[in-house]
């Protein structure tokens, strides 16, 4: 496959992606959803209170901060707030 081939098919993947219209963002009611990483978080939690037979505080707060920062970023992302707040920054 030559460089000139590659080329065309780079140009029309690029073309296709940037031609299709973004869906505007949804301002409703989208409930939390637990990512990934909280999950492995809490899992892993689980796991070393289990094998170390002892609760680890600083773990367990630290997940707690994590997961109360996520919500306040999730739920203020969706704000007329944080739209300015972005615009502002992409100035």
Same mark, same amino acid.
């Not at 109360?68 to 944080?82: D, E, P, Y």
């Given at each position: 496959?030559?460089?000139?081939?590659?080329?065309?098919?780079?140009?029309? %993947?690029? /073309?296709?992606?940037? &031609? =299709?219209? /973004?869906?505007?963002? &949804?301002?409703?009611?989208?409930? %939390?959803?637990?990512?990934? !990483?909280?999950?492995? +978080?809490? %899992?892993?939690?689980?796991?070393?209170?289990?094998?170390?037979?002892?609760?680890? !505080? $600083?773990?367990? +707060?630290?997940?707690?901060?994590?997961?109360?920062?996520?919500?306040?970023? &999730?739920?203020?992302? =969706? /704000?007329?707030? $944080?739209?300015?707040?972005?615009?502002?920054?992409? !100035?």
């Amino acid at each position: 496959m030559g460089g000139h081939e590659m080329s065309g098919w780079r140009t029309m %993947i690029i /073309t296709r992606v940037a &031609s =299709k219209p /973004t869906p505007a963002p &949804s301002r409703g009611a989208n409930p %939390i959803r637990v990512r990934s !990483r909280e999950f492995l +978080a809490a %899992i892993l939690l689980i796991a070393k209170c289990l094998v170390s037979g002892s609760f680890d !505080r $600083w773990f367990a +707060a630290g997940f707690a901060a994590f997961a109360v920062a996520n919500v306040a970023i &999730s739920l203020g992302a =969706k /704000t007329r707030v $944080w739209d300015h707040f972005a615009a502002f920054l992409l !100035r």
